[in-house]
């Protein structure tokens, strides 16, 4: 079963209006909308975390950027690899 839903008047650029109105598709205006700020909500929660892990921890250095980077895209094409095989 799906959340319940609400009614919202919301205020943005026109432009930025036509565009995702353009590009929602059959899911409609308001699905996007809602996808796009659920996708900010957790961004906003990952920088949250990120945020209390560095006041913990320290700030995260370039270096162990690079590493898990390193660590993480050999990963990505094995899983990209089996997802087209698997289509």
Known sequence: MSEPT???????P?????AAKARSGHSG????????VARQIER???????????????????EEIRSLHDQLTPARREQTRHGASAA
């Open 44 to 62: 906003d929660n990952l920088n949250e975390l990120i945020t209390v892990a560095e006041a913990e921890h320290g700030p995260i250095t370039d």
């Open 6 to 12: 609400g009614k919202y008047s919301i205020t943005m």
């Open 14 to 18: 026109r432009d930025i209006a036509e």
């Open 29 to 36: 205006l308001s699905a996007y909308v809602a996808a796009a």
